[in-house]
Every structure is written in C-alpha cells, then in structure tokens.
C-alpha cells in the first residue's frame, strides 16, 4: 500500500473511531452486505421453489378431481 493510501486509511481509521461509526468499505460492513446477499439469493430461492411445489399440487389436484369437483 503506498505512503499516501496508508494516511487516507488510517485517517478514515480514526474518523470512525472517534464517531463511534464502522469505516466505509470496512471489513464488517463487507461482511454484513456479503451475508444480505446470499440472505436475500437464498429467500429468493425458497419462495420460487414453494411456488413451483404449489403449482405442482395444483396441477395434480386437478388431475384428480374433475371440473366438478368429484374425484374420479
């Protein structure tokens, strides 16, 4: 990291600490925007397979019954 780089981070470092506030583009915000992500890949996910399990038993209910109702 150059000399330059060095004193910008560390005076960010220090900004934060002193407001009590996590640095931008810190570790633990990366973390946390990582983990959001596969949170809301893996809801994301789940709902569109219980979607497809829904329409499935749809489609096997009306398989079964007929248009008026009586299972044959």
Same mark, same amino acid.
Request: aromatic share 2%; net charge negative; charged share 35%.
């Given at each position: 990291?150059?000399?330059? %780089?060095?004193?910008?981070? =560390?005076?960010?470092? #220090?900004?934060?600490?002193?407001h009590d506030e996590p640095k931008k583009?810190?570790?633990?915000?990366?973390l946390i925007a990582r983990g959001n992500?596969?949170? %809301?890949?893996?809801?994301? =996910?789940?709902?569109? #397979?219980?979607?497809?399990?829904?329409?499935?038993?749809?489609?096997q209910g009306s398989a079964v019954t007929?248009?008026?109702?009586?299972?044959?």
């Amino acid at each position: 990291m150059p000399p330059h %780089e060095r004193v910008a981070y =560390l005076q960010e470092f #220090e900004h934060s600490d002193k407001h009590d506030e996590p640095k931008k583009g810190g570790l633990i915000e990366k973390l946390i925007a990582r983990g959001n992500k596969r949170t %809301e890949e893996q809801l994301a =996910l789940e709902a569109k #397979e219980r979607e497809q399990m829904a329409a499935q038993r749809q489609a096997q209910g009306s398989a079964v019954t007929g248009a008026d109702g009586v299972i044959r």
